[in-house]
């Protein structure tokens, strides 16, 4: 059974960064778009960044404003999301998604568990 499983979350002080990464496991998921979304308390979830199959199209949430950088290794089955300058209202739980299609307007379908970001000020 095909599974992604985040990783890279944790405490870090506003000004940080992290990298998140997510990895798919158990399976192949050639031909999908992959995001990163979050759920911050009490908010509904957002997509923070998207990229297609093939890297050449990227689509990131008006919050981000240059701030993180979505990319993939492809034959490492791994999707990475650069967080640089956090801020404290970015403290969310990070979701990893694949879509249904190579592209991000795609539906996104799959899920993983998770991981947290907290951002202190």
């Known amino acids: 059974q095909v599974r992604l499983v985040e990783s890279g979350g944790g405490l870090v002080q506003a000004g940080g960064s992290l990298t998140l990464s997510c990895e798919v496991s158990?399976?192949?998921?050639?031909?999908?778009?992959m995001g990163w979304y979050r759920r911050a308390p009490g908010k509904e979830r957002e997509r923070v960044a998207a990229?297609?199959?093939?890297?050449?199209?990227?689509d990131y949430g008006d919050f981000v404003k240059g701030r993180f950088t979505i990319s993939r290794d492809n034959g490492k089955k791994t999707v990475f999301l650069r967080m640089n300058s956090l801020k404290p209202e970015d403290t969310a739980v990070y979701f990893c998604?694949?879509?249904?299609?190579?592209?991000?307007?795609?539906?996104?379908?799959?899920w993983g568990q998770g991981t947290q970001v907290t951002v202190s000020s």
């Open positions: 158990g399976g192949d998921l050639e031909d999908r778009a």
């Open positions: 998604a694949a879509a249904t299609g190579r592209h991000y307007y795609a539906d996104f379908v799959l």
């Open positions: 990229i297609t199959w093939f890297g050449d199209e990227i």
